[in-house]
């Protein structure tokens, strides 16, 4: 009983954590949401099937990939520099906690933009 509410406090608390790293980077997101839901299907209260189990692994893992490879991918397709990834990442925590809910997708884009053009020497293109 009393192990049954630790595991669902502590599953919670992964639970929000993981929603709150699909907003913050410094959070993993997907795998602390997985984390709860483990802790959660070790309770008596809540039971989840080895095949429900099995297929979220693999959507966390896929997503952990895709948040490795999609930027690096991006930055080489267009011709980014590093100081873009630089900015892209200050311009992220500056949206997330100054400007939220906006800034969680216009700060990551301004500053890689700012930091390409300031840094890198990157020009707008002429028309």
Known sequence: MILDILLIVLGAACLIAGIL??????????????????????????????????????????????????????????????????????GTFVGVFLFPPWGIILGPFGGAVLGEMLFAGKKRPKR
């Not at 952990?64 to 520099?81: C, H, R, T």
């Open 21 to 90: 790293g699909s907003m913050l980077p410094a959070l993993p997101g997907p795998p602390l949401s997985y984390a709860g839901l483990l802790l959660l299907h070790f309770t008596e209260r809540v039971q989840f099937t080895t095949a429900q189990l099995v297929l979220w692994l693999l959507l966390v893992l896929l997503t952990i990939l895709a948040d490795y490879l999609l930027p690096a991918l991006g930055v080489k397709k267009w011709n980014g520099s590093k100081w873009g990834n630089i900015g892209c990442i200050m």
